[in-house]
C-alpha cells in the first residue's frame, strides 16, 4: 500500500507502512477517477501503535 500512497502524494516518502495504518491525502479533485500521480499531499501517516490509548 506504501506504494500507492507515494505515487498519489507526489514526493512522499513511505519507509514503513504498516497492517491497518491509515494515510490522510489531500486531494484537490472533484472524483477519484481523475487523481494523476503526484497531485495529492500526504497530510498524516497513523499506525495502529500512534492510535494506541494506553
Known sequence: ?????EMIAGGAVVNHFPTLAVAR??????HWGVVDQGEGLLL???????LNSE
Open 44 to 50: 498524516e501517516l497513523l499506525s495502529p501503535k500512534m
Open 1 to 5: 500500500m506504501h506504494d500507492e500512497v
Open 25 to 30: 491525502i489531500e486531494l484537490e479533485v472533484e
